[in-house]
């Protein structure tokens, strides 16, 4: 039986409806049956809105607005005026910084006339990106790239946020730009990034020979003047990461660490690298280790590195160490089954500890909770439920091979736009 998608709250369903709108209004549809139906709907639910949610589609609606028509070169600021601009800029970053976001946006309509209108929407797409905006976000940011083609940074980021509200328009976009020309180098990246994403929903006969190309993609801009040499570290690590992945996929396993080397080397502190280069090697050396370790004393905002030293704890029968860890995965975000893996684990720990039958108990609920289907979560579970793990030989445990290879198709070396 299929999910029923939960509901839309009604704030929702009216920030769809304007952002409809504003489509139509950009095609000269505004006075259409679907502009006075979608105007309609928008009249019915208004009323049920927090002040909040009306002052911020208020906004949006005005911000719309502004770009629905051809764009207007601000009239050159007398002096005051670009000061008070330059000013009010400033406390437009503070506010952003603070999550002010409605402050944010307010503070750049009082200076909008004074604005490029592509700086505008930049501006406005990122404090809505940050807001968790993202349908929003992407209008603003699609603007700024069509009124400043040439922006690389602009593209970019816009490339990035397509790629999140709509993977699959983001997929043609960028088989776009790898078969043209003329795009800023973190674009093409961002391209490479997002077909490789692709290819790994795909079945490996289907995307051997789109990997490796994508691959001499890489190996030409690591050799382009704007990266070879390391005279970008930020582009440099990006590419031999991407690298790194993709000789991964294709089973070249030297080649992968060699990229992965490469990139940390122009960059020592880039926690994903460290982290790909220690999946990489999990259960063949022990720098695997000291690689997690290494990204873990970095601060790491990835769950990887613990996900994997809690495995190697449980492995060698540190079940305190294992619990630990495995309880600071999960206050970490991650998808289901990572949770699931960490919630058994914990439940073996606390078995092998002694710790209370109800706390194991538990934790193996809330293992299969997230994981319903896992059949050795389940036969672990009936393994303590029987008494039968009083021999601790007998649990089912993943190798470290097995685990290697669930991180390789779980961890997304994200790629900064």
């Not at 995965?329 to 991650?334: F, K």
């Not at 914990?346 to 289907?373: N, R, T, W, Y």
Request: aromatic share 8%; with cysteine; hydrophobic share 35%.
């Amino acid at each position: 039986m299929t999910a029923t998608p939960p509901q839309k709250t009604e704030y929702a369903q009216l920030l769809d409806a304007l952002l409809h709108l504003h489509e139509l209004e950009k095609t000269h549809l505004s006075e259409s049956d679907d502009a006075e139906r979608l105007r309609d709907l928008m009249e019915g639910h208004w009323k049920n809105l927090t002040d909040q949610e009306k002052n911020r589609l208020t906004g949006l609606s005005q911000d719309l607005y502004s770009i629905s028509e051809p764009p207007k070169k601000p009239n050159p600021p007398t002096r005051s005026e670009a000061k008070r601009v330059s000013s009010q800029l400033r406390r437009v970053v503070e506010a952003r910084k603070r999550g002010e976001w409605d402050s944010a946006l307010s503070l750049i309509r009082e200076i909008a006339d004074r604005v490029q209108p592509d700086a505008a929407s930049y501006m406005r797409g990122n404090i809505l990106s940050d807001a968790g905006e993202s349908q929003a976000a992407l209008v603003f940011l699609q603007h700024a790239h069509n009124l400043d083609p040439s922006n690389g940074n602009y593209e970019a980021i816009y490339l990035n946020k397509l790629h999140e509200v709509s993977p699959a328009d983001a997929e043609v976009e960028a088989a776009n730009i790898l078969a043209s020309g003329g795009h800023a180098t973190s674009v093409v990246l961002k391209a490479i990034d997002i077909r490789y994403s692709f290819t790994r929903r795909q079945p490996d006969f289907e995307t051997t020979h789109e990997l490796k190309t994508l691959s001499q993609k890489l190996q030409g801009i690591l050799q382009s003047p704007d990266v070879a040499g390391e005279k970008n570290p930020s582009l440099y690590s990006m590419a031999c990461g991407l690298l790194g992945f993709i000789y991964d996929h294709l089973g070249n396993y030297n080649e992968a660490l060699s990229a992965y080397n490469r990139g940390i080397e122009a960059n020592p502190t880039n926690d994903g690298l460290i982290v790909a280069r220690g999946i990489l090697q999990y259960g063949k050396t022990s720098e695997s280790i000291s690689d997690f370790e290494r990204a873990v004393n970095l601060k790491t905002t990835l769950t990887w590195p613990y996900f994997y030293l809690a495995h190697d704890s449980l492995l060698n029968h540190e079940f305190n160490k294992c619990r630990q860890l495995s309880e600071h995965a999960l206050s970490m975000q991650q998808s289901n089954w990572v949770k699931a893996e960490l919630f058994e684990w914990i439940a073996i720990c606390k078995a092998e500890l002694g710790l209370p039958s109800p706390q194991v108990e538990a934790a193996f609920v809330e293992a299969l909770k997230h994981d319903p289907q896992n059949r050795r979560i389940s036969s672990n579970y009936n393994l303590f439920i029987t008494g039968a793990d009083k021999a601790t030989t007998l649990w089912n445990m993943e190798s470290a091979e097995v685990v290697r290879q669930l991180g390789q198709r779980g961890f997304d070396l994200a790629i900064a736009a």
